[in-house]
């Protein structure tokens, strides 16, 4: 059986032709465009369906699934409110069907959708309790409980990035102070780069990045961290212990059997989970601590992708937990 | 219909005999004896009982509930720890069976079988999302989601008492630092109270204690705020400022209708509750913000011995959300 999965992000849209296995069989990728608006952004997703439908036929693609960042209403495939789309209460579930009137359309959001993926042909196979992480621009999170979505009162459940670790800590644009997603996110780790950078401190990253500190990303420092610097090294551990204190705020109050940290951040791999899982066990001691893992996304890029497709499949009840 | 609810502290087993529509027809109030060990305990247990149905009759008894603090087992009616009582691994159910063998006899942690007597017929009515936090001599919490008490995938969701508040805070007994157990409990505002009065910072409460610094308890505090006394009110306030944090977490994780606050501390009434919306307020600006409710418990030194009643009547399928 196959499936469409549409990753909408900011700068590109990543779709793939899935079977109910997981596996992506055609991939598309093309820019967003969203500053364009909505309608020309809605052209896109079309076109990225039309090319991955081109051989198989739309008639045989039994759903498709859509991951939003932001503010998604399920129900309605209704964009409520996404920052990095610049979208209020854009209806594109009713706006795609006007093309693909045949075919079954879901829509959640991004974060939950990657977290369905990893549920169902990722780290979290076999769990029915997991909360998903997304360490990227912003720090995110999806919450499985009982093997379904969990989305709260307000549809807002796991905003895991406005929780607060530093309670005088800085201002967030949440309004919040102290916000996880301030230090753990790729942003939070580019500003403690640069602060440390500017305080004097010799990193190989200058060479790097030819002394334009504009150019320093997280990957930049990931990538300095596998070289051994000193300074990237602190960057990522000092990051790695507040997202400590976020996940063990969240394993506290939501008890899952699992953890699962994707985004663009994870990729930095052991020179993040070694000290992540350390500082993790260290402040839960209790029989969850024991018991709770801490693990990476098996799907990298293509999480929000797969788990669209999933999103569908789930929705369809073409597969079971 | 007749139930007997019983909570179980470790000072006092506060028990009563309640209708099905939360009204307590009879109260029995006693000491635990927990150090006298643990089948004293449920000697106690079975006398109350008895004191409790004998106009009645036992027979007239639909069922029994047990609000015990700590770790808890309610399939096997095992306390499975409790730092209160003592105990571990006590199967409390079998041993009350083998006096109530016609009885159905049912048990939970005490926070959570308080937080069901709030929904049902406290201030939680009308609400299927819901966090109930009681501050006492340590903060715990319950979770109701979709009318139902959420335990999580080891049975220890909801606590909240040891979620960090502050990064490089105290180290809590729990083995994690800046617990907000360790600023909001009762514990934690004598503490407070204490460090600002060694500060050599004048109030009325060393009048009220005879100068006995050994006699300030939270309550005291939340007396002396009601008589204007500026440093109880400091107490008060950054008691509440450090909740607030807490709670913000709880939602932005959980996304609630509403929170409840019980507990001896919460009877301080509007000089915690002004302070601690606002606080709330200022720090979840979301649509989750706009709309949360943050309430006093209706039940206050009963919440525990009527959800205990409650339990058993959920339990048994007689009353429904």
């Not at 900011?10 to 967003?32: F, H, M, Y």
């Not at 020309?40 to 369906?49: D, F, P, R």
């Not at 579930?93 to 006007?98: A, F, M, N, S």
Request: hydrophobic content about 45%.
């Amino acid at each position: 059986m196959l499936f469409i999965g549409i990753d909408v992000g900011g700068t590109n849209i990543a779709s793939g032709l899935v079977n109910d296995k997981g596996e992506v069989l055609k991939r598309d990728k093309r820019p967003t465009e969203a500053t364009k608006g909505s309608e020309y952004v809605i052209k896109n997703i079309v076109e990225a369906v039309n090319n991955l439908a081109k051989e198989v036929g739309i008639e045989n693609i039994k759903g498709i699934g859509l991951g939003i960042p932001g503010y998604v209403d399920p129900d309605e495939g209704i964009s409520r409110f996404s920052v990095n789309l610049g979208w209020e209460n854009i209806p594109v579930v009713i706006k795609l069907k006007e093309n693909f009137s045949q075919t079954p359309i879901f829509m959640e959001n991004d974060v939950r959708v990657a977290a369905l993926g990893e549920k169902y042909f990722g780290a979290g196979r076999g769990f029915n309790n997991l909360i998903m992480i997304t360490l990227g621009t912003g720090v995110g999170s999806a919450i499985i409980i009982n093997g379904e979505l969990y989305r709260g009162a307000t549809g807002s459940a796991g905003e895991i990035g406005h929780t607060t670790v530093f309670k005088d800590g800085l201002l967030c644009r949440c309004g919040n102070r102290g916000c996880l997603e301030l230090y753990a996110s790729a942003t939070g780790i580019v500003k403690k780069a640069n602060d440390y950078i500017k305080e004097g401190n010799f990193t190989i990253m200058m060479e790097m990045i030819g002394h334009d500190l504009s150019k320093i990303t997280a990957r930049l420092v990931s990538e300095a961290c596998g070289k051994g610097d000193k300074l990237a090294m602190m960057v990522m551990e000092e990051a790695a212990e507040v997202l400590a204190v976020g996940i063990v705020n969240c394993v506290n109050i939501i008890d899952p059997e699992i953890v699962i940290i994707g985004g663009g951040v994870s990729l930095a791999g052991e020179k993040l989970f070694t000290p992540l899982n350390e500082a993790v066990r260290k402040r839960l001691t209790s029989n969850i601590g024991q018991k709770i893992k801490i693990v990476p996304a098996k799907w990298g890029d293509e999480g929000g992708m797969i788990g669209a497709a999933v999103l569908a499949m789930v929705r369809m009840g073409v597969i079971a937990a």
